[in-house]
């Protein structure tokens, strides 16, 4: 069974610093991984996603991620952060198109200005 | 392209009542989904069509939820009678490459 964790519940961070977010995942074959972010009140948007090639994807809102497969991760990564970045943010995994996400437990972001 | 509708955004009810959300996908999306998601939890997959086929329900407590794609188009999900754990944000997505796009949600309150 696919699973996917985010061991950080919740993360602060100033404005215009680095961030990190970590997420380790469980899956017998090649998984399909994404990067959703969630506003209050809103619905799941795609920040990016990793099928194949490139290791290091490019997203949306300046973010990218890293798929490293010795170590089951795939860390959303952002240069320099903005106080509207500030939202809970979901890492998923899936077998294939069409497939289930199996979702993490999310990371809230926190930006202190 | 318009994204992902779900009606009604919040409803709320008393238990034993019974609820229906409806989800209109974006166009040319084959498969659906029905996710729950609980306050500081991330969503998990209650059911998932492919066209009309209800392709994976496992998760889906079906003495009291039930769900329908008629036409391979609109879904609606029941609940009936609701109960006070059955509060939470049920979100609908769509997909046709793997990637789900998410409508925003319906929030239910059961008091």
């Known amino acids: 069974a696919q699973s996917v964790t985010q061991p950080d519940i919740h993360i602060t961070v100033s404005e215009g610093a680095s961030l990190e977010l970590r997420c380790n995942y469980s899956y017998g074959a090649t998984p399909y991984l994404f990067w959703y972010v969630q506003s209050p009140g809103q619905g799941l948007q795609l920040l990016l996603k990793y099928f194949s090639g490139d290791t290091l994807v490019q997203g949306i809102k300046g973010f990218e991620a890293e798929f490293k497969r010795s170590q089951s991760s795939f860390n959303l990564r952002k240069p320099s952060v903005h106080w509207s970045d500030a939202a809970e943010y979901f890492c998923?995994?899936?077998?294939?198109?069409?497939?289930?996400?199996?979702f993490g437990t999310g990371t809230r972001l926190q930006v202190t200005l | 392209e318009a994204g992902v509708v779900q009606s009604p955004r919040y409803k709320i009810i008393e238990k034993k009542q019974p609820v229906a959300f409806w989800c209109n996908p974006i166009?040319?999306?084959?498969?659906l989904y029905w996710y729950l998601q609980n306050l500081g939890q991330g969503p998990e997959l209650l059911i998932r069509y492919e066209n009309e086929e209800a392709v994976d329900d496992s998760q889906l407590p079906k003495d009291r939820f039930s769900a329908e794609r008629l036409k391979g188009v609109d879904s609606t999900l029941k609940i009936q009678p609701a109960e006070l754990g059955d509060s939470a944000v049920y979100l609908c997505?769509?997909?046709?490459?793997?990637?789900?796009?998410f409508g925003e949600g319906s929030r239910l309150t059961v008091l």
């Open positions: 998923a995994v899936g077998a294939g198109t069409a497939s289930k996400l199996t």
């Open positions: 166009s040319g999306h084959n498969t």
């Open positions: 997505a769509s997909s046709r490459t793997g990637e789900l796009f």
